[in-house]
């Protein structure tokens, strides 16, 4: 079955302590993005990959890292949470982020403490 | 720049009932737009899109949508509202000129009651 599947569901942490959210692919998708979702702000997108070892910001980048070393995989790291990043994060990649629609992970809710 | 708005915060019908929400966009080059859906505790998941063609898209679960180039706008419409419609509705936007990236509204909440 096509998926992203991202990892934790549910995540409480404390200021500072640097964490790690997964994400993976399993439909040899090019393109994988993250975003944050907030009340009234809709989905902001943080990162995306077009690739391999290519990744670029988006519209909120400030505080978060990504890497893409392999095609099936788009960790987000926060290296020092902040509670301001609390919020409900999202994975999603497509075929090339040309035209074709994106497929979403569950989803991940952060607490920062 | 891009930009989506979502003009309603919610919208309220009547199971039985025609259904719309508003969506217009902004883009610089050729708009690439679509619908998502979420329900609770889910993520998004895909409705339609429009690339080009058709003005009119039909999508899944009865859904269609209307894209109006002079107006700037993608409304999402449904000819019979079900109660099971009732969830968070996201209108997005690309816009390749601007980089690869997706540009959501802030959502409209759909209410269908019985």
């Known amino acids: 079955e096509a998926q992203v599947t991202q990892n934790p569901r549910y995540l409480i942490t404390v200021t500072g302590k640097k964490l790690t959210v997964t994400c993976s692919q399993n439909m040899n998708h090019e393109y994988m993005s993250w975003y944050r979702q907030d009340p009234g702000l809709g989905l902001r997108q943080i990162y995306y990959?077009?690739?391999?070892?290519?990744?670029d910001k988006g519209d909120v980048p400030e505080g978060y890292k990504v890497s893409r070393k392999e095609k099936r995989n788009f960790p987000l790291i926060l290296e020092s949470p902040s509670p301001n990043q609390t919020s409900l994060y999202f994975c999603a990649s497509s075929l090339t982020g040309a035209v074709e629609k994106l497929l979403f992970g569950s989803g991940t809710q952060l607490s920062v403490l | 720049a891009q930009s989506v708005a979502q003009p309603e915060d919610q919208v309220k019908v009547a199971e039985g009932n025609p259904l719309t929400v508003k969506c217009t966009y902004s883009?610089?080059?050729?708009?690439?737009l679509f619908w998502y859906v979420q329900y609770p505790n889910r993520g998004l998941q895909f409705l339609l899109k429009y690339i080009t063609g058709d003005n009119l898209v039909k999508g899944s679960y009865g859904f269609e949508a209307e894209f109006n180039k002079s107006q700037t706008s993608f409304h999402l419409k449904k000819p019979s509202a079900l109660v099971s419609d009732s969830a968070l509705y996201f209108c997005?936007?690309?816009?390749?000129?601007?980089?690869?990236?997706?540009?959501f509204g802030a959502g409209t909440r759909l209410f269908v009651k019985a």
């Open positions: 990959s077009m690739n391999v070892e290519v990744t």
């Open positions: 997005a936007v690309r816009d390749l000129s601007g980089g690869f990236k997706t540009i």
């Open positions: 883009v610089s080059g050729n708009p690439y």
